[in-house]
């Protein structure tokens, strides 16, 4: 069975996080701005979980924006926290090589 690819939908139980295709697979992202859970989760976590210095690093985001970012990572930690494991994991030729099979595999779908 073929996977249908999504297309920007709005993720479970987070009304601000939607999950929208890329080259890596489904992501979830912050309405409206393409960027990714991951990456907020990542900064936060780099800042000890100072709510300050999270603000500070994504002053443009809303403070809505930022809380959807931490429910979500609250709601699926374990789906986030082995997210980053694995982006850690990687070196960056791995990476290119997932992103080029996984762009071949798109283009066949």
């Known amino acids: 069975m073929t996977r249908k690819p ?3 939908q709005w993720h479970r139980g987070v009304p601000e996080i939607v999950l929208a295709e890329g080259p890596a697979g489904p992501r979830a992202r912050i309405a409206g701005t393409g960027i990714e ?3 907020v989760i ?3 976590k780099n800042t000890k979980c ?3 210095r999270y603000a500070e690093a994504f002053h443009w ?3 809505e924006q ?3 970012a931490l429910a979500y990572h609250h709601l699926y930690q374990d789906e986030i926290d082995t997210g980053l494991a694995e982006e850690d994991a990687l070196d960056i030729e791995e990476l ?3 992103i080029a ?3 071949t595999a798109q283009a066949r779908t």
């Open 6 to 8: 999504v297309a920007a």
């Open 37 to 39: 859970v991951l990456e």
């Open 42 to 44: 990542r900064t936060y």
């Open 50 to 52: 100072d709510l300050g």
């Open 61 to 63: 985001l809303t403070p």
């Open 66 to 68: 930022l809380r959807a």
């Open 96 to 98: 290119k090589e997932f």
């Open 101 to 103: 099979a996984r762009r």
